[in-house]
Structure formats: C-alpha cells, structure tokens
C-alpha cells in the first residue's frame, strides 16, 4: 500500500491517520518501507531485526514458532496478533486475562482472542517474566500529553504501518501484549511505570494456535523510563 499524506478518514477507520512522510522523514521510520517480505511470509530461522522505534509484522501458519528477543535487555515490545482471515478476530489482553486469572501471563498459557479462542500459546519465558496487559500502546497522542510538538514515533503507527507493508489491515489498534514492560500492580491499586528487569538476550516464544498476521513494535518512549530513556532495537524469530 503506497504511502499518502494524512487524510480525514483513510480506510482505517474514522479519525485514523497516517504520519505524513514529511513525519516519517524527521524521525526516518521506515516501517511501511521494510517487511520482511511482500506478503509478510517470514524465513524460518533467520533473525528478523526490529529496528528501533520501528514495527515489524509477519504470517504464521497454525503449529509455527515466533521468538521475541529483548536483544539489550532494556526494551519493551509491544505485540498483537490478528486471525489472518479475520481482522476482527485478534489476541484480546481483557479476555486473555479472563482465561488466565493473572494480570500478567505466565508461560505455558494461551492466550486467547476476543472470541475467547486461543490465538497463540505462550510456550516459553526466559526472561525474568515481567510483561505489561494494562496499558495502551503508545500514539501520538500519548506524546502530545507528555509535551511533544511535533510527531513522535509511537506503537500505534507502527503496528498499522507494519500491517500495511505486508497488504494487511486492521480497523483498530487492540490492547498489546506489552512484552518485557514493567508496570507494577501495588497492592493500594496504583501502578509505576519502570524500566525492564531484562537481560541482553532474553526472550519469549509462542506458537500459533490458528493462520495469524503477529505484529510488533520496538517501543519508541523516551520521555518516561520504560525503556531507559533509550530506545534500542529487538529481535524476532520465527522457528522452523
Ligand atoms: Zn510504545
């Protein structure tokens, strides 16, 4: 799908808009410009990079592997999954919780889809097992609140673009699975907003329950310290 400038209302439903490319230019995303391939069809094995500030989305097929790396340890990636021959069907942080009676899932799990039907398997945690189900990816909105006046990279583009580079599209931005994101749940009901207690090389794998489009994004949040005030890029994986 060609890049346009922003238009009131783009296909992506009322009041969606894409970054202009005089945007994209100042902060010299590239997402829309480089997926992993036409159609979004991954090679197994090879190691995907998910450059900073930058999204990325890839198919699986039902019974296939997607490892995510947190490559420097520091950095929160937010992830979605889509049935492939549904876009309305997609992995749902409110029902998953539901299935799983935790707040954050905990490996082996599946985490379900908001038809309640499992989407992916949550097969393996090496990494400390701290991940986030409460809070919005970021948009330009987020930013606009934190003082930013121009445009600001953010998660939400970056899913739709990544969709977009592979000629998939999906009406709505749902809740992400906020992997390696540390948001404490304290016990008088607040919440803090930390950096991730990761290693370099921690990782997470799932396996898809169904044909599914997984997108991710390397979060670009630099004004609060999620992830260090240094945004870095990740890895992906798909497995063999
Ligand atoms: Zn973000």
């Known amino acids: 799908m060609p890049h346009t400038a922003r238009q009131p209302n783009d296909g992506f439903g009322p009041g969606r808009h894409w970054p202009s490319a005089e945007d994209l230019a100042v902060t010299g995303n590239a997402t829309l410009a480089s997926p992993v391939s036409p159609d979004g069809t991954p090679e197994p094995g090879r190691r995907y990079e998910i450059p900073a500030r930058h999204g990325l989305a890839v198919r699986l097929r039902a019974g296939q592997r997607v490892r995510v790396i947190n490559t420097h340890g520091t950095q929160v990636v937010d992830s979605w999954a889509f049935n492939a021959a549904d876009p309305t069907e997609f992995m ?32 393996e945690d090496a990494s400390p097992g701290v991940h986030d189900t409460i809070i919005a990816a970021c948009d330009i909105w987020r930013y606009r609140g934190l003082g930013v006046e121009g445009y600001h990279d953010n998660c939400d583009d970056n899913l739709h673009m990544a969709l977009a580079a592979i000629g998939f599209a999906a009406a709505e931005t749902p809740s992400p699975f906020n992997l ?52 870095v890029e990740a890895h992906l994986v798909v497995l063999a």
């Open 92 to 123: 749902s942080m409110e029902h998953a919780r539901a299935g799983i009676d935790r707040i954050i899932p905990k490996a082996p799990c599946a985490m379900l889809s908001n038809k309640r039907r499992p989407i992916l398997f949550f097969e």
């Open 180 to 231: 390696f994101m540390n948001i404490p749940v304290r016990a008088d009901g607040s919440i803090g907003w930390e950096p991730s207690p990761c290693a370099p090389g921690d990782h997470v794998t799932f396996r898809a329950e169904m044909d599914v489009v997984y997108a991710v994004s390397a979060c670009p949040q630099d004004i609060i310290p999620i992830n260090n005030r240094a945004p």
